[in-house]
C-alpha cells in the first residue's frame, strides 16, 4: 500500500448543519484506512442551521478541535496551512455553499500542495438534481451514496459536457447497528419526524393524530415520535411548524413518547419504523428493521416518498392499522445502496483508493475546476459567491468579516439575538402570516 495510505492523515470537514456535521465527519472516518492516525479537525459554517452544543452531542462524532466559522476565515484557514496542507477536505455544505468554497480555495490554493476535495449528499436526492450537481463539481471526489445515483450523477455530468470522473459510489455513512433479530417487549412503533416534510400544519396535524390513534388502538405497543430538534434549534431544513407544539392540547395516551436522541439507539428498540422519506427509512432497512414508507399524502416528489417506488415499503395508515408488514424489495435495496447482505465494509474501497492515488500524484494536484465559471454561469455563479462574501475570482470582496479575530462580546451578544429572532420568525410569526393569507 503507498505511503500515503498508511501515515497520519489530517482530515478537515466543512458543516453548515448538524446533518451534514454528522454525514462529513462520518464519511472522513469511513475514507481512512482501518488503522491508520487520523487527526479530525471540524470547522462548523456559521449561519441560521450552526448546530447547538446539545445537537453535536446527539451526534455523537468527536474531532481534535472543533470551531465555528464564517466562509472567508475558513478560507484564510486553509490558505494559512498551505506549508503544510491537510490531507483530505470534506465540504459537507448545501450546493451553494460548495460551490462558493471550491471558488474560493482555488483562489487560496493558488500555488502550492492541496488536499483532495471530496463533498456529497447527506441522504436521498430527490430535487433539485441537476442544481445540486452542478454546484458540487469541481471536487476531486462527489460521492454518490448508491449505484442509481452514481448513474444519474454521471448522467447530469455528461449531459452538459462536464467532466464526470469524480463521481464515486459510496454508501450512507452512518448505516450501522445490529441487524433487527425479532420483536422487542414491548413492540415498538417509531414515526421518524422530518422538519420540512410534510410544511403544512394540517398534514402534520393529519399524521400526528393518526399516529396517537395507533397508539390508542395498540396499548400493548410503545409508540415513538422520534424528534430531530427541540423548539429554537434548527437542522439542515426549517422547521416552522414542531410537533412538540402541535401535540399540547392533544391528549395522547400514556404509551405515546417523543424521544429524542441518537437515532441508532432508537432503532436498537425499534419494531416498525414508520416515515414520509426520512433518511432513517434507509438506516432501518439496513438493519432490515420493518419500514413503512406513507402514501396518505400521496405518493408525490415535493414529499421525496417517490423515491421509495419500487421498494415494497409504501403503504398507509390504514394498511398498518390493519396489520400489514412491509416486505423491502432485495433488488430495490441493492440499487439504493443499502447493504443488508453485508458488503457495506467494501463500500468506500473504491474511494479510499482514488484518495490514495490523488495523494500519490506526482508534483500534487492540479488546481480545482468547477464547471460554473464567469463564463458559463455568468448571471449565476457571481450571486453565490457574493453570499459568502467573494468575489467572481473566488478572493474576499472588501469589507468582508475579519477573518483574523474572533468577533468581540458585543458582537457574540447581537449575533444570538439575531439568529433567535430568526429562528423565532420562522416557527412563529410565518405560520401566521401563512394563515392570514389563507383567509
Known amino acids: 500500500m503507498p505511503a500515503s495510505a498508511t501515515k497520519s492523515l489530517r482530515i478537515a470537514v466543512l458543516a453548515d448543519s448538524d446533518t451534514r456535521w454528522k454525514w462529513g465527519a462520518l464519511t472522513a472516518r469511513r475514507l481512512t484506512p482501518t488503522g491508520a492516525d487520523v487527526r479530525l479537525d471540524g470547522y462548523l459554517l456559521r449561519g441560521r442551521a450552526t448546530p447547538t ?9 468527536r474531532a481534535d478541535s472543533l470551531s465555528e466559522v464564517t466562509g472567508v476565515q475558513f478560507l484564510r484557514a486553509m490558505s494559512d496551512s498551505a506549508e503544510e496542507p491537510y490531507d483530505i477536505l470534506v465540504l459537507a455544505l448545501v450546493g451553494g455553499g460548495v460551490q462558493a468554497m471550491l471558488h ?9 500542495r492541496r488536499p483532495v476535495v471530496v463533498t456529497g449528499y447527506v441522504g436521498v436526492v430527490y430535487e433539485k438534481l441537476a442544481d445540486g450537481l452542478l454546484l458540487r463539481h469541481g471536487a476531486d471526489l462527489v460521492l454518490a451514496n448508491s449505484a442509481h445515483d452514481a448513474d444519474r450523477f454521471r448522467a447530469v455530468y455528461e449531459g452538459v459536457g462536464a467532466d464526470a470522473s469524480a463521481v464515486t459510489e459510496v454508501a450512507l455513512p452512518f448505516l450501522g447497528g445490529e441487524p433487527y433479530a425479532g420483536e422487542h417487549d414491548p413492540y415498538t412503533v417509531v414515526f421518524a419526524a422530518q422538519p420540512s416534510v410534510p410544511d403544512s400544519r394540517r398534514d402534520r396535524t393529519y399524521l400526528l393524530n393518526r399516529l396517537i390513534e395507533h397508539a390508542r388502538r ?4 410503545e409508540v415513538l415520535l422520534k424528534l430531530r430538534s427541540k423548539p429554537g434549534e434548527h437542522t439542515t431544513h426549517i422547521e416552522e411548524l414542531p410537533y412538540q407544539k402541535l401535540v399540547q392540547g392533544m391528549e395522547p395516551p400514556a404509551n405515546f413518547h417523543l424521544v429524542y436522541g441518537h437515532m441508532g439507539e432508537v432503532l436498537d428498540r425499534t419494531d416498525l419504523l414508520v416515515t414520509i422519506s426520512s433518511t432513517a427509512a434507509l438506516e432501518a432497512l439496513h438493519r432490515r428493521v420493518p419500514t413503512v414508507v406513507l402514501t396518505d399524502l400521496g405518493v408525490r416528489e415535493v414529499l421525496g416518498n417517490h423515491h421509495f417506488t419500487g421498494s415494497g415499503c409504501l403503504a398507509s395508515w390504514d394498511q398498518l392499522d390493519a396489520g400489514h408488514r412491509p416486505a423491502a424489495d432485495p433488488q430495490w435495496l441493492a440499487r439504493q445502496g443499502v447493504c443488508a447482505g453485508g458488503t457495506y465494509g467494501t463500500a468506500f474501497d473504491t474511494a479510499r483508493e482514488r484518495i490514495t492515488k490523488l495523494l500519490d500524484r506526482p508534483g500534487g494536484l492540479p488546481p480545482l475546476n468547477p464547471y460554473y465559471t464567469p463564463e458559463t454561469a455568468p448571471g449565476y455563479l457571481p450571486g453565490i459567491l457574493a453570499r459568502h462574501h467573494l468575489g467572481p475570482d473566488g478572493a474576499p470582496l472588501p469589507g468582508a468579516p475579519a477573518a483574523d479575530k474572533e468577533p468581540g462580546p458585543v458582537r457574540q451578544i447581537v449575533r444570538r439575538a439575531a439568529r433567535g429572532a430568526y429562528r423565532h420568525g420562522v416557527q412563529r410569526v410565518a405560520p401566521v402570516i401563512r394563515r392570514m393569507g389563507e383567509l
Open 53 to 61: 452544543a446539545r445537537q453535536l452531542r446527539e451526534v455523537g462524532v
Open 104 to 112: 474560493g480555495l482555488r483562489n487560496a490554493w493558488a500555488s502550492g
Open 218 to 221: 395498540h396499548p400493548e405497543r
